[in-house]
């Protein structure tokens, strides 16, 4: 049985979804503006499972941009919409001046819950660092399927991002800039500490040595500090992500990393760069399941299934 929702917005800061029945949160969508230096940008934190438990970071010590589960852009024409520091090949990450830039809320066109599903609409602009218009984006998120006696529910991540330049956006990496393995950019997953060494699943290989391949869903699997048990998220992109809209054949590779810290994208732009037309919009539909317990591939594969797109 799928279980009700409840959506509280506190204007100007953040939508909080719950359980109606039993008012546990399952995920805060905050989209007040922060940092300059970390590429300001909505983000969701906490993300919890059925049980309460928290399964995102929030400003590491590490990397304080990193934040819970968030649209990002590593490498937009020579802007940094990520946050920090930015690679340059041949001298490393760098603080470059004028280089970060961000992703603004502009306003909601729908916040809605009801037949067991919460959702909203949100409109978007993203800037580099002098703060021109180089997109406009549409997002809907919306939390589904929630099952308590499977211990699990989902989160849908829909987005179209249309180029307002004159020129082409071109989305690139640290890796398509030259820096092997770390083709991070898009949507993007920062877990908690304890999950350092965590599992990680395809559906047909396991390890860190998944970073960079092809395939349609990718699961981490992490244990909590604090209380006993295991959490696992998984990963997943729509099909018509690699064969439709602008960007189109240009496939998902995953980049993942269990150490130092867990970390999980679907990247845009891992081994090449994805280049937007002026005028042009590109769409991407993502799956984020979260579940409470150690999840083994059969299991994964089969509650991936019983959610079709």
């Known amino acids: 049985m799928t279980a009700g929702l409840g959506l509280v917005h506190r204007h100007g800061e953040r939508l909080t979804v719950t359980v109606a029945d039993t008012g546990a949160e399952l995920l805060s969508y905050v989209y007040r503006a922060e940092a300059a230096w970390e590429a300001p940008k909505p983000y969701v934190h906490p993300l919890r499972t059925l049980a309460g438990r928290v399964v995102t970071d929030y400003r590491p010590n590490d990397h304080r941009w990193h934040k819970g589960l968030q649209m990002t852009a590593s490498h937009l024409s020579g802007q940094n919409l990520w946050g920090g520091n930015s690679y340059v090949h041949g001298e490393g990450y760098l603080a470059l001046p004028g280089r970060v830039g961000s992703m603004a809320h502009a306003g909601f066109d729908e916040v809605a819950a009801g037949d067991g599903r919460a959702r909203f609409t949100e409109r978007l602009t993203w800037h580099p660092?002098?703060?021109?218009?180089?997109?406009?984006?549409?997002?809907?998120?919306?939390?589904?399927?929630?099952?308590?006696?499977?211990?699990?529910?989902?989160?849908?991540?829909?987005?179209?991002?249309?180029?307002?330049?004159?020129?082409?956006?071109?989305?690139?990496?640290?890796?398509?800039?030259?820096?092997?393995?770390?083709?991070?950019?898009?949507?993007?997953?920062?877990?908690?500490?304890?999950?350092?060494?965590?599992?990680?699943?395809?559906?047909?290989?396991?390890?860190?040595?998944?970073?960079?391949?092809?395939?349609?869903?990718?699961?981490?699997?992490?244990?909590?500090?604090?209380?006993d048990g295991h959490a696992t998220l998984v990963f997943a992109h729509s099909p018509e992500n690699d064969h439709t809209g602008a960007g189109g054949g240009h496939p998902a590779h995953w980049f993942v990393r269990d150490s130092p810290y867990a970390a999980v994208a679907p990247s845009l732009a891992f081994h090449e760069e994805l280049v937007l037309e002026p005028g042009a919009t590109l769409t991407r539909r993502y799956r984020v399941l979260v579940a409470d317990g150690e999840w083994d591939r059969a299991r994964v594969a089969a509650r991936l299934d019983a959610l079709a797109w």
């Not at 989160?155 to 991002?161: E, G, I, N």
């Open 129 to 227: 660092y002098g703060g021109g218009l180089w997109a406009d984006e549409t997002r809907r998120i919306e939390v589904h399927d929630v099952d308590p006696a499977d211990g699990s529910w989902a989160l849908t991540w829909s987005c179209a991002v249309t180029n307002r330049r004159e020129e082409p956006l071109r989305f690139g990496s640290p890796t398509t800039q030259g820096r092997p393995d770390a083709g991070y950019t898009g949507l993007f997953w920062r877990g908690p500490r304890a999950f350092a060494g965590g599992r990680v699943l395809g559906p047909d290989a396991e390890g860190p040595g998944m970073m960079g391949r092809q395939a349609p869903w990718l699961a981490y699997c992490g244990e909590h500090d604090g209380v």
